[in-house]
Structure formats: structure tokens, C-alpha cells
Nanobody, 117 residues
Framework: QVQLVESGGGLVQAGGSLRLSCAAS????????MGWYRQAPGKQRELVAD???????NYADSVKGRFTISRDNVIHTVYLQMDSLKPEDTAVYYC???????????RGQGTQVTVSS
């Protein structure tokens, strides 16, 4: 089992910044990806960004150049720095953990990000 504790999020004006954090605990594998998905009202959940243990990253095209994902493998925490936020970034953001060797996936409770125009 893996537990995920998210922090950050909130309300910000367009053009502003927010930082999300997610700490994982429990049975942390040596080859895993941690990242963030988001879901806006009436839309499907989508991958925002993820980062593997070795540092490889993936970003949605819509956030490239504005968001930066990073991780600290010692404390099993992933960060999402969100800059130049747009109203269309408004969504519930979910932390996600995927263990490649076990094929298991865990998702956090979600944190609301609201960007006002």
C-alpha cells in the first residue's frame, strides 16, 4: 500500500503561480512514477505531468513551458511548480503514484486549483 498526502492548491489570479506537493509513504518501489492528473468540470481526467525515479519527465502540451515537475527521492515527494496560470488550468489536481515493477497505481484525494481571470 502507498499513501499520498497532497498540499498546495487554492485560488490565484491569471498569470500567478502555485506549487503543489505530494508526499508518498508506505511500500515505495525502486522504479516508480509520481505525477499529477487533473479533472475540470465536465471534462475527462488528463495527465498534467509525471516524473520517474530516474528523472525522466512527461508533460501535457498545454502546460509545457509553464509547469515544472520535480521530485525528491529521499523523502518520496513530488512537486509541481505552476507558473503563468490560466483560467483553463482550473481543475481538481490529483497526485498519482505508479509502481512499474508491481503494476500498481495509487491516487490522492485531490486538491482544487482555481485560476480567476
Amino acid at each position: 500500500q502507498v499513501q499520498l498526502v497532497e498540499s498546495g492548491g487554492g485560488l490565484v489570479q491569471a498569470g500567478g503561480s502555485l506549487r503543489l506537493s505530494c508526499a508518498a509513504s508506505g511500500s515505495i518501489g525502486s522504479d516508480n512514477a509520481m505525477g499529477w492528473y487533473r479533472q475540470a468540470p465536465g471534462k475527462q481526467r488528463e495527465l498534467v505531468a509525471d516524473i520517474w525515479t530516474g528523472g525522466r519527465t512527461n508533460y501535457a502540451d498545454s502546460v509545457k513551458g509553464r509547469f515544472t515537475i520535480s521530485r525528491d527521492n529521499v523523502i518520496h515527494t513530488v512537486y509541481l511548480q505552476m507558473d503563468s496560470l490560466k483560467p483553463e488550468d482550473t481543475a481538481v489536481y490529483y497526485c498519482n503514484y505508479y509502481d512499474r515493477l508491481l503494476g500498481t497505481n495509487y491516487r490522492g484525494q485531490g486538491t482544487q486549483v482555481t485560476v480567476s481571470s
